[in-house]
């Protein structure tokens, strides 16, 4: 039996077949990528294969598999999660995929684990800053305990798409250098043709009110846009210059 579905203004054919997670996670994560996309924002950092890179927060695993395939074989992969079922996923995706790079930690609320032998060329933070800065003193610790665990030269990649309150990211910043370390935000990512059509009608009305911060209409094609935001953290002593982003999406499975 086929069920259409349509997410995010996009159409998807889904497969009725046993209702598994992964296929669950399968629709979620083409969705996710449509907003920010693990590939793009892998290039603009510069994740190279044989890296060794820990995510915090890693949830199902939506960046945790690509950067698994792109440092490859000689690389590493630390994946955090404080939640073990999530990280039971990302073992059965490494599993079903033929991945073994990847090692899943299980960590605390202000200290993700990652091996004390463990030097990082990056950690990533996706969508996780607005679970760290209540309280705040959880995106301190974290930062403060990452020093240790960086390569020179190292940084944290903190990709950042929710919808954020007024003063927010201001206080990422702020947050950021109180702890020894610069924060340059990278340009805010437009991406994709987005929420188009009769059932966008919604949305589209909201962006060209400004309504939603997360959305932009543009003027010139008519189209909706979803803005993110990446941010670069760096010891203060280790800095280098801002990128500028542009693409579109990458669909990992």
Known sequence: MNISKTLSGLSILLIATSGSPAQDRSVFELRENLRDSPGIVMDAVGVQPGMVIGEIGSGWGRYAIPLAYRVGRTGTIYANDIRPERLEFINYR??????????????????????????????????????????????????????????????????????????????????????????????????????LGEASAGLLRSAKQKNNPNFRYDEETGK??????VFVLKPLDKRGPTTRLHGRQVVYQ
């Open 94 to 195: 490494c599993r079903r995929n033929n991945i073994r790079n990847v090692t899943t930690i299980l960590g605390k609320p202000d200290d993700p684990l990652f091996p004390e032998n463990a030097l990082m060329d990056m950690v990533f933070i996706v969508d996780t800053y607005y679970a760290l800065h209540r309280p705040q003193h959880l995106f301190a610790a974290i930062l403060t305990g990452l020093k240790s665990r960086l390569k020179p030269g190292g940084k944290v990649v903190l990709v950042h798409t929710i919808v954020v309150e007024d003063g927010e990211l201001d206080q990422l910043t702020r947050e950021a250098r109180e702890t020894g370390y610069s924060c340059e935000k990278m340009e805010d990512l437009h991406l994709g043709d987005y929420f």
């Open 224 to 229: 909706v846009f979803c803005v993110w935001d």
